[in-house]
């Protein structure tokens, strides 16, 4: 979905994708976005939306609709705009690795296998183990990331995680359902773990404390670029590590995260690589690096 902000001819774009894991439709996205567009039309600014919307998906639209509109007004660059010291430049991103059978996703991992950086779709179904060996036998230089996507329980995190950590496996990414996330307080962590359900905006931190190691930041979950800045610096100070992330979307969704994945530890911004055809001008790919966008595309 495409939020569009205008101010005589100048508009500003901003791209969100609704999630149903956060009880969000495109039908009620519209509903929010609707719901504050006399407020927008009245000066509401990028600060006021932070208590106007709640953190998701409508906000991250009209806020990244908001950023290009000043960016473009103004003729400064977003990345001005948002405090960063230089220009954006290139990030290498993971390539996602859909859920599959073991055989399948070893396949695609052999057809990947000169990428730097895979991520690895799990389920829980018992077959995850045979999934990461095969994948790590026909990849054997990328990178991997696991995302078990809320999918184990206690007893087959503490039987995947030090297995994983031999397969080298360099980050486990939720194992747990983020309601149940506490039981991750105490137990060994042979390989780091990220919170992706489990943190949204600033204020979930102070739950991810003694659990995790590494925050995921998505702008649909964390209802905008604004938000997701504040986000990224305030994890930052508690120690955290940085993974920049996305739903899947088009350039027009990925150029905002760019300013905030510039210098972090992870970037998942491959959203346009596994779309039939992304939208033009897109973002530059060049097998797993990320150019920053044009201008004319956002910000």
């Known amino acids: 979905m495409v939020a569009t902000v205008r101010d005589g001819a100048v508009v500003g774009r901003g791209e969100c994708v609704p999630y149903a894991r956060y009880g969000e439709s495109i039908d009620s996205v ?48 977003a990345w001005k705009l948002a405090g960063l010291a230089a220009a954006p430049g290139t990030v290498t991103t993971v390539y996602t690795l859909s859920v599959d059978t073991p055989e399948a996703m070893g396949n695609a991992a052999a057809e990947n296998a000169a990428r730097p950086l895979l991520k690895l779709k799990m389920t829980g179904d018992g077959l995850d183990l045979d999934r990461v060996t095969r994948i790590h036998a026909n990849a054997p230089k990328a990178r991997l990331v696991v995302d078990a996507n809320e999918a ?29 996330d506490g039981g991750l307080i105490g137990l060994e962590r042979p390989v780091p773990l990220c919170a992706d359900e489990s943190c949204h905006d600033t204020a979930t931190l102070d739950a991810l404390a003694g659990k995790y190691d590494t925050v995921n930041i998505k702008l649909d979950k964390t209802g905008g670029l604004t938000e997701a800045l504040r986000l990224r610096a305030e994890a930052e100070r508690r120690g955290f590590g940085i993974m920049v992330g996305c739903m899947i979307g088009t350039s027009l969704g990925m150029a905002p995260g760019m300013l905030v994945a510039q210098g972090v530890g992870l970037v998942d911004l491959d959203a346009p690589l596994l779309l039939a055809k992304d939208r033009e001008p897109g973002m530059r790919y060049d097998g797993s690096v990320v150019y920053p966008a044009a201008a004319e595309l956002w910000g």
Not at 50 to 57: D, K, V, Y
Not at 61 to 74: F, G, I, M, Q, T
């Open 30 to 77: 519209v509903e929010q976005i609707n719901g504050i567009a006399s407020a927008i039309a009245g000066g509401l600014d990028r600060d006021g939306l932070l208590a106007a919307l709640p953190a998701g998906a409508a906000r991250n639209a009209v806020d990244c609709a908001l950023w290009d509109l000043e960016a473009k007004r103004s003729g400064t660059p």
């Open 152 to 180: 184990w329980d206690v007893a087959t995190y503490r039987d995947l995680a030090p297995k994983l950590a031999g397969l080298g496996v360099e980050m486990i990414e939720q194992p747990l359902p983020a309601k149940d």
